[in-house]
């Protein structure tokens, strides 16, 4: 709990709670008021809403090395998502198109043309 100007700012707080804040007395108010009793206040945080966030930078990844991608995620317990592995003929159009780091669209992610020799999941190419 930190006081910045006349502002009282608590961090650090769980969300999806009821926490119970107390403040004692001859707490300084405003107007050169004082805080007379202890009095305790719930404070609730809500949810955050769920969420996944992967690491644009990096989704063309380099042939003949581990498969791994980095994400952050709020309030999951686990997340399921296929890897797929584009010809480079497919890489070529999608460079022409958008900007390496660039989020990809919704509907892009959708509707990417796969080639029939795509490979999903690990594993060596044929």
Sequence with gaps: MTREGDLICV??????????LTFRAGMPGEG??????????????????????????????????????????VNLSAVSFRLIRLTERNVVQ???????????????AITWPISPDARFGPGPRR
């Design 32 to 73: 050169g008021l004082t805080l007379v009793k202890e009095t305790t206040l719930p404070v609730a945080v809500p949810n955050l809403p769920r969420r996944i966030v992967f690491d644009t930078r990096v989704f063309v990844l380099p042939r003949g090395q581990t498969p791994s991608v980095t994400m952050t995620t």
């Design 94 to 108: 999608y460079l022409r198109e958008t900007k390496l780091g660039e989020p990809i669209d919704v509907w892009r």
């Design 11 to 20: 961090s650090g707080l769980p969300p999806g709670m009821t926490t119970k």
